[in-house]
């Protein structure tokens, strides 16, 4: 798998991921409006070139630094059905990454 730094593309139908991207919309970046996908290494067509591919350990970097900006939080459900949420440490959101890493490899 290639995880890829992307924009969304304007379509017909609004606002999408661009083609090349088989699973993305994560951890989307306010400053350059920017999130993280991944797709196949064997693809038939093209990525282009103004796309930045990021190997895991480029990834974690980068949400690292976006979470020393904007922390991400967990969300946590309790009895009543509410949500509290807590902003993640810093180990949690190497975990998540990781994690997704797995999922995606």
């Given at each position: 798998m290639q995880?890829l730094e ?8 609004g606002m999408?991921?661009p083609?090349?991207i ?13 999130m ?6 064997n ?16 990834l974690e970097?980068r ?8 922390p ?7 009895e009543?059905?509410?949500?509290t ?8 959101v ?12």
């Open positions: 995880y992307y924009k969304l593309e304007m379509g017909p139908g999408h991921a083609y090349w088989d699973d993305g919309g994560y951890w989307g970046n306010s400053a350059n409006h920017t993280i996908g991944a797709t196949r290494d693809q038939e067509f093209k990525i282009p070139d103004t796309v930045t591919k990021l190997t895991a350990a480029e970097t949400q690292l630094a976006i979470h020393a900006a904007t991400m939080q967990n969300a946590e459900h309790d009543s059905g509410g949500i949420l807590s902003v993640m440490t810093e180990a949690e190497r975990t998540a990454i990781q994690n997704w890493v797995t999922q995606h490899s």
